[in-house]
């Protein structure tokens, strides 16, 4: 992947600066440092980062048509540009690098902003038609690739992260108080929401035209389950299993896909040993760079497992040791790079793969994002299952806080049933006690429960099961796993991360595959595990499900990190002004407890929020 940015004059009365676009390029050049381009019009200008992993030589962006009237920056890669260029060719286009990103520019030509549907891949891109002086900005459909943007002064400023935009002279940086609740609230941060007030994330599968000094935001992809009711087409267990497999050895092949060497990602669950097995079908004489985090912490190591599935591969191995002592000496490059606070401290682990995966030479990896999302991965989908399977019965215990839950549940999921994560209303109360006095009288304002935070008709009168999967894929999986989880942590060290359970067509197959080939008898991706059964060894497949997950906060507190006691001090916490220093001590106290532990990754880490909040605050000079 690459870095992009870039500014334009809505009023068309200024051109713009090659300095600032180098001050914005050069901010991401961990995105991209192999090497950078410009392209600066009457009204605006673009900046490139590049890392390079297809046509080496005959890649760098900017990049145009043939009469240079349309001009492209793209951070990603389009998985299916052979066919797509082939295609094209017949059609008279000329190309004149091997780029993959190349075919976006002559489907416009051909197709206008229809094209997008076309595509396979993960980018995130500005396209520039100079002589319609029509801006187009688009994020790929599962939101792998980030792109952010804000409007100040009639100029609308973007780039692949925050921080090249708050290098624009005219950005001036503010907390966002609904991005942060949204982080207390969910799984992380949710488009088009930051962590910065004005700034804004675009939405996975949507696109930002801007014409004729107006701005329009388009959707043009979602991932749409089929109605209750709906008549589906019969196929056997066999057909789903066949296709599916199919569909992933077609994943996997595109992104082996590079002029440079593609490593993996390998944690011992199911879903990255699947992965790794058929790439070692698939390329017996191929010796491929694999990499694992191993925990000092026995409790949370995964090693066992991992070992197991390598004795039958001929991968070269690396493994990272991890413990509290590394958490926290990468907590604040984490934050930094997620551009956000953060509830977990995995982010960690994550930079430390990358940083390894650099130091061996490998710029692209293969991780198992996406299945546990898709195929009903989560202990939450077996709870539910288990409480669909119950008969029904009148609960004695209904009651006003119930009533309340349930309306506040149909305010936010459109769904007074749908319980995803937490009963919220009760949650608030946390919230409520966690914020200082200051925040809790003007809560509603800022209340992320107020703002819409999902399509409800997206999980209208849909199967329980995919109800609770598309939450996933909007709440956890777009901007969290892929984004400052994935993209962020992995190309902080240059190196970009492809998913392959995230292809488009192995995703739109998923939404028709039955529930109970998903979460069958409660047993978590039934079909996967079909597939796997003749690929890895048994007790990887048939291993209680293990969430990755590092250490919290209890164990960074146990270390006597001056700077960490500083941060949490009563008196840094009453002048940040964002939670109540009175809580704070006391969950401090308790935590620092010797006989203390969290049960992650399900117990809430109540104490990490405001630490990695005190780092964001102090990185981003808020």
């Not at 009639?154 to 992260?161: K, P």
């Not at 590079?258 to 993996?264: E, F, I, R, S, T």
């Not at 109970?516 to 079909?530: G, R």
């Not at 007790?539 to 250490?551: N, V």
Request: aromatic share 12%; glycine share 6%.
């Amino acid at each position: 992947m690459c870095g992009i940015c870039g500014y334009f004059d809505l009023k068309k009365e200024k051109s713009p600066d090659q300095k600032i676009l180098e001050a914005m390029a050069n901010k991401i050049i961990h995105r991209g440092p192999d090497s950078s381009g410009y392209f600066l019009d009457n009204y605006g200008g673009m900046g490139f980062r590049r890392l390079s992993l297809i046509d080496l030589q005959g890649g760098e962006q900017p990049l145009y048509n043939e009469d240079k009237s349309i001009v492209l920056v793209c951070n990603g890669e389009i998985f299916n540009y052979l066919e797509l260029r082939d295609d094209l060719q017949k059609k008279g286009h000329k190309f004149r690098t091997h780029t993959d990103v190349e075919v976006l520019i002559h489907l416009y030509e051909e197709y206008g902003c229809d094209f997008l549907n076309k595509l396979n891949g993960q980018f995130a891109f500005a396209l520039y038609d100079i002589k319609e002086q029509t801006l187009v900005l688009a994020r790929d459909q599962m939101g792998i690739c980030p792109l952010f943007y804000t409007i100040v002064e009639q100029n609308l400023i973007f780039g692949s992260e925050i921080k090249a935009i708050l290098e624009h002279p005219l950005v001036v940086p503010e907390v966002d108080l609904t991005g942060l609740d949204q982080i207390l609230t969910f799984p992380g941060l949710i488009s088009p929401r930051t962590m910065f007030k004005n700034i804004q994330s675009l939405k996975s599968g949507h696109y930002l035209i801007l014409k004729d000094c107006q701005i329009k935001i388009r959707e043009y992809w979602d991932l749409d389950y089929p109605k209750i009711g709906e008549i589906p087409v019969y196929r056997s267990e066999i057909y789903y299993t066949e296709r599916l497999q199919e569909l992933l050895k077609q994943s996997i092949s595109y992104r082996l896909q590079a002029d440079v060497p593609v490593g993996l990602y390998l944690s011992g669950g199911l879903d990255s040993s699947l992965i790794a097995a058929m790439v070692q079908e698939m390329r017996p004489d191929y010796q491929i760079d694999s990499f694992s985090i191993g925990f000092e912490d026995k409790n949370i190591c995964e090693s066992y497992y991992r070992d197991i599935l390598l004795r039958q591969l001929n991968f070269r191995h690396h493994e990272i040791r991890f413990n509290e002592q590394s958490i926290g000496e990468s907590l604040g490059k984490a934050i930094y790079h997620a551009e956000c606070p953060l509830k977990e401290t995995y982010n960690t682990a994550s930079l430390a793969l990358s940083s390894c995966a650099n130091r061996h030479n490998i710029k692209a990896i293969l991780a198992g994002e996406g299945a546990d999302e898709l195929f009903a991965g989560y202990v939450g989908y077996r709870f539910e299952q288990a409480q669909q399977n119950q008969a029904f019965s009148t609960n004695s215990n209904y009651n006003l806080e119930t009533i309340l839950e349930e309306e506040l549940s149909l305010k936010v999921w459109g769904d007074n049933q749908l319980f995803y994560e937490r009963n919220l209303y009760a949650y608030q109360e946390t919230k409520l006690a966690l914020y200082s006095a200051k925040l809790r009288e003007q809560f509603y304002q800022f209340d992320c429960l107020n703002f819409e935070v999902v399509d409800h008709e997206k999980i209208k009168n849909r199967h329980h099961l995919h109800k609770r999967s598309y939450l996933d894929f909007k709440l956890r999986l777009s901007d969290h796993l892929v984004a400052d989880h994935g993209d962020r942590m992995a190309l902080a060290n240059s190196v970009e991360a492809r998913y392959p359970f995230l292809d488009i067509h192995l995703v739109e197959f998923s939404t028709k595959i039955p529930p109970d080939l998903k979460l069958n008898k409660l047993e978590e991706k039934y079909i996967l595990k079909q597939i796997a059964k003749n690929l890895i060894p048994l007790e990887i497949i048939h291993r209680e499900k293990f969430a990755f997950h590092t250490q919290g906060s209890p164990n960074i507190l146990k270390q006597n990190i001056e700077y960490i006691d500083y941060l949490l001090s009563s008196e840094v916490i009453k002048k940040q002004g964002y939670f109540d220093p009175v809580i704070i001590q006391k969950l401090k106290q308790k935590y620092q407890q010797n006989n203390f532990r969290l049960n992650l990754p399900f117990d809430l880490d109540l104490l990490i929020i405001p630490l990695s909040l005190g780092i964001f605050l102090e990185q981003f000079n808020l």
